[in-house]
């Protein structure tokens, strides 16, 4: 997986935020965003509610300093959606 890119988002601009809320068991003020691609190059949107967090794991990937397991991922971004889109 490589980082594309990262942002931040207020809950408050959510469409949807239900399915989020449910999925990280608090809403957070802010959800920390991650621009992905996947290996057969297909783009995802992570959403995480530690904000530092993605962009601690941004500026490790602009490093070429990164890496990590499968199970790290899903426990810090509970929310994901396919396409870079909110």
Not at 26 to 40: N, S, Y
Not at 49 to 78: H, I, N, Q, R, S
Request: aromatic content about 12%; hydrophobic content about 50%; overall charge positive.
């Amino acid at each position: 997986m490589a980082i594309a890119g990262h942002g931040q988002l207020r809950h408050t601009y959510l469409k949807n935020p239900e399915r989020l809320v449910v999925l990280a068991g608090a809403a957070p003020a802010v959800w920390g965003l991650l621009f992905v691609l996947d290996a057969r190059g297909r783009r995802w949107t992570l959403y995480s509610p530690d904000v530092e967090y993605t962009g601690m794991l941004a500026a490790a990937a602009a490093a070429g300093t990164l890496e990590l397991e499968f199970t790290v991922m899903a426990t810090k971004f509970p929310g994901w959606n396919s396409g870079w889109r909110l």
